[in-house]
Nanobody, 112 residues
Framework: QVQLVESGGGLVQPGGSLRLSCAAS????????VNWYRQAPGRERGFVAS????????VYADSVKGRFTASRDIAKNTVYLQMNSLKPEDTAKYYC?????WGQGTQVTVSS
């Protein structure tokens, strides 16, 4: 079974950038899509982005389209989420998931 570990979160000012990483171990991402979700306090977990491991096609939530970019490094068995022009409403814990397996999440806080 694959294990997922997210990293790269932190505190950033509005308009800033962060790059999240999701590293897989135990098994590769294989041919599956890898998805990013986020959950803010008091809110349900919501879809952010998806990237196809084969072909690298991407899908984004409307709220992040044009600001976030998902990518993957096959050699490192890692997917990334580049987040630019961050807004306070992007504050949440971000998770990657594949085939029902979730990482522990990484906190992103956007505040001045």
């Amino acid at each position: 079974q694959v294990q997922l570990v997210e990293s790269g979160g932190g505190l950033v000012q509005p308009g800033g950038s962060l790059r999240l990483s999701c590293a897989a171990s135990g098994r590769t991402f294989s041919t599956h899509n890898v998805n990013w979700y986020r959950q803010a306090p008091g809110r349900e977990r919501g879809f952010v982005a998806s990237i196809a491991w084969i072909g690298s096609g991407t899908v984004y939530a409307d709220s992040v389209k044009g600001r976030f970019t998902a990518s993957r490094d096959i050699a490192k068995n890692t997917v990334y989420l580049q987040m630019n022009s961050l807004k306070p409403e992007d504050t949440a814990k971000y998770y990657c998931t594949v085939q029902g397996t979730w990482g522990q999440g990484t906190q992103v806080t956007v505040s001045s």
